[in-house]
């Protein structure tokens, strides 16, 4: 399961009442998180609004943050 479905299972949110929240469709939800589409950054920050979290809770998983942090690369301050 990827991130944003945990975070949306976590509020208690279907792909449909986050595509209404953010105005996208249904389909474009459920593309995004099965990795068939790339939101623009737009979209990716009102989804991870919509979703209480951090683009970077919802887009990248802590294994990729760790592995930029290792070469070097900081996706949030303080890392």
């Known amino acids: 399961m990827n991130q944003m479905k945990i975070l949306r299972d976590r509020e208690n949110m279907t792909g449909t ?3 209404r929240k ?8 459920y593309m995004v998180e099965n990795g068939q589409k790339n939101p623009s950054i737009m979209l990716a920050y009102r989804i991870a609004q919509a ?7 919802v887009f990248f998983s802590t294994q990729c943050n760790v592995s930029l942090h290792n070469a070097g ?3 949030r301050p303080g890392l």
């Open 17 to 19: 009442k986050l595509a």
């Open 22 to 29: 953010v105005g996208v469709t249904p389909s474009m939800i």
């Open 51 to 57: 979703l209480n979290a951090s683009i970077e809770d």
């Open 73 to 75: 690369l900081n996706v």
